[in-house]
């Protein structure tokens, strides 16, 4: 069985301080080669890049400001955003991010979020790095649509790639983000009851645009909604995936996880080379 990539989590966070270590070691006998810990904020970027130096072959790290630092840090968001970049040039991040548009709390408003947004996609096109980009839907938006905003801001910037993470749009907001050339990531919500949209959204993903996450600590799969979410979790989105899309386990295990090592620049698992999985496209 070729083992998964979960490309976004935040294992740096409190809810894994009594079993961190002994969860990440035991990744591989969960069938996952490896996890992005996504770090928000200054603070728990330094975080995430003395955890991924620990593990550095079951880990791999992500920094950037995302709505909520960028709220906190006020009048000091230029100076956090040169202190990213220093972050960025000192350890090995394989992504920056998360970053994007939050309108479901009242955070910084739309125009300044859109801002520091792009001010982060032009520091990722100077350090060559994907984005990892967070959008939410909400009232604090003032009746704007964050995907749309989203769109009009990948539109503007050309130059990035990257992935819209926990990916929660309408089948037409996938397709305006794969036609600018995005990945699509998909956790537990696709397994909740009414997220049918979502589900069609993720059958019309091209199978080298999409991934899987889990978004641990939150969003855990159905049967474990409530409880606290890992990345072992991201085989049950995986093989959801598999079954929406009719196709078999281990081509979506194949496809994801190469997409993620070639979007991420990883290493592939030893196993992936000598599968050979049923696609034609590769
Ligand atoms: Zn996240």
């Known amino acids: 069985m070729i083992h998964l990539i979960?490309?976004?989590c935040h294992l740096t966070?409190?809810?894994f301080s009594s079993d961190r270590?002994?969860?990440?070691?035991?990744?591989?006998?969960?069938?996952?080669?490896?996890?992005?810990t996504i770090g928000t904020g200054l603070a728990d970027a330094h975080e995430v890049a003395a955890l991924v130096a620990r593990f550095p072959e079951r880990l791999a790290g992500s920094a950037g400001l995302d709505p909520h630092?960028?709220?906190?840090?006020?009048?000091?968001?230029?100076?956090?955003?040169?202190?990213?970049e220093t972050l960025l040039q000192q350890h090995p991040f394989v992504a920056l991010g998360e970053i994007g548009l939050e309108y479901h709390h009242r955070l910084n408003p739309a125009d300044q979020q859109i801002t520091q947004f792009e001010a982060q996609l032009d520091l990722a096109v100077r350090r060559d790095l994907p984005v990892v980009i967070h959008v939410r839907e909400g009232r604090a938006g003032d009746g704007r649509d964050a995907h749309a905003d989203t769109i009009d801001v990948l539109t503007r910037n050309p130059g990035n790639r990257g992935v819209i993470?926990?990916?929660?749009g309408t089948p037409s907001h996938a397709r305006a983000y794969l036609d600018l050339g995005w990945h699509?990531?998909?956790?537990?919500?696709?397994?909740y009851k009414g997220?049918?949209?979502?589900?069609?959204a993720a059958r019309l993903t091209p199978a080298d645009r999409l991934l899987v996450e889990t978004d641990a600590p939150y969003l855990p799969p159905m049967p474990h909604r409530g409880k606290r979410c890992d990345p072992s979790m991201v085989a049950l989105t995986s093989n959801l995936l598999a079954?929406?899309?009719g196709e078999r386990d281990d081509d979506v295990r194949a496809w994801t996880t190469r997409n993620a090592c070639l979007l991420f620049r990883l290493e592939l698992p030893p196993e992936w080379a000598a599968a050979k999985p049923k696609a034609t496209q590769w």
């Open 184 to 191: 699509l990531s998909f956790n537990g919500m696709l397994s």
């Open 6 to 8: 979960d490309t976004h």
């Open 69 to 84: 630092s960028c709220h906190e840090a006020g009048d000091e968001f230029a100076h956090q955003l040169a202190q990213l």
């Open 165 to 168: 993470h926990s990916f929660a």
């Open 195 to 200: 997220n049918d949209l979502l589900r069609e």
């Open 21 to 36: 270590d002994a969860l990440i070691q035991a990744l591989p006998d969960q069938g996952v080669w490896r996890a992005i």
């Open 13 to 15: 966070g409190d809810r």
């Open 243 to 245: 079954e929406l899309r």
